[in-house]
């Protein structure tokens, strides 16, 4: 069945050090989402990307749609302790839903 | 605006108890779902409604039942609760199939 794998599924870093996490779909995807949970907290929606290539920006985040559709990336450049959470990628199936990948949770190292 | 709210907030039950978890939404969306998260296992999709009255299974619908008799609300039931059930459940709503889903704080819920 369709799947949706995100690495890693952890990442500790410095402060001010970059973040990524990668996301591959086993099928193309019409869009796909990013989220972020804070710890304890609930996912909340950061961004989606719909056109094959896309880059968009938001502030020191920088989201990536793959050229075939089929992959995604996020960046966080500088990390700071407001970055510390979960981040999620999700692309939609064909019966209503979303397949969400399992998550990469950022650590700063103290 | 409140947005999408869950209830209760934590929830300590024994083998066999039953217990409904309560999802309102104040968005008008059609679009409702009900998840749990595992560590390391990032969000599963129980059950699932496109609109008043409609419901659907979703990943892991088993030991769950759901219903959605005002567009606004969407309960949650476990009718004989049991530890693998020890979860954190998120209520979502979206307006459409493919738009954003909007969730709820989540309700933490120990099966003992």
């Known amino acids: 069945g369709q799947q949706v794998m995100q690495i890693p599924q952890y990442q500790h870093v410095q402060e001010g050090e970059d973040f990524t996490t990668y996301c591959n779909s086993s099928?193309?995807?019409?869009?796909i989402q990013w989220y972020k949970q804070r710890p304890g907290g609930h996912p909340v929606f950061l961004i989606q990307l719909v056109k094959s290539g896309e880059v968009k920006k938001q502030k020191r985040l920088t989201f990536q749609f793959g050229e075939a559709k089929k992959n995604s990336s996020l960046h966080i450049t500088a990390t700071q302790t407001t970055d510390v959470g979960t981040y999620f990628c999700?692309?939609?199936?064909?019966?209503?839903?979303?397949?969400w990948g399992a998550g990469t949770k950022l650590i700063i190292k103290p | 605006n409140a947005g999408v709210t869950q209830t209760p907030k934590f929830r300590v039950l024994k083998t066999g108890q039953s217990m409904t978890l309560l999802c309102a939404q104040d968005m008008n969306h059609e679009y409702m779902y009900w998840y749990r998260q595992d560590p390391g296992m990032g969000l599963r999709l129980i059950h699932y409604?496109?609109?008043?009255?409609?419901?659907a299974k979703g990943e892991v619908p088993d030991g769950y039942n759901v219903s959605r008799l005002k567009k606004q609300n969407f309960l949650l039931g476990l009718e004989s609760a049991a530890p693998s059930q020890t979860s954190v459940y998120f209520c979502?709503?979206?307006?459409?199939?493919?738009?954003?889903?909007?969730f709820g704080a989540g309700t933490r819920l120990s099966v003992l």
């Open positions: 979502a709503s979206s307006y459409g199939p493919r738009d954003i889903q909007y």
């Open positions: 999700a692309g939609p199936k064909s019966n209503y839903q979303l397949i």
């Open positions: 099928t193309t995807l019409s869009n």
């Open positions: 409604s496109v609109g008043e009255g409609t419901t």
